[in-house]
């Protein structure tokens, strides 16, 4: 299990994991299979008089997102 900062990689992308030198380990090369984005509405506003919340359709923020990879021999 891991975390990307910045952008989720494309699929069928390979990105590469270098580990510092200080572990005497070889770079491991995974391909990007595929990803779920899992999204969370953000309201955007409150009705001041009915305390409604009010949505504006793809208005969304992600909250997470699974990336299903497979490690490539090197």
């Not at 390979?14 to 309201?43: G, K």
Request: charged content about 25%; overall charge negative.
């Amino acid at each position: 299990m891991g975390r990307f900062t910045g952008e989720v990689p494309a699929i069928n992308t390979s990105f590469t994991i270098w580990y510092p030198e200080s572990e005497e380990r070889q770079p491991d090369v995974f391909r990007v299979l595929y990803h779920h984005r899992v999204f969370q509405s953000e309201p955007m506003f409150v009705d001041e008089e009915t305390d409604a919340r009010h949505l504006e359709v793809g208005c969304n923020t992600l909250e997470i997102c699974y990336v299903f990879v497979v490690k490539l021999p090197i």
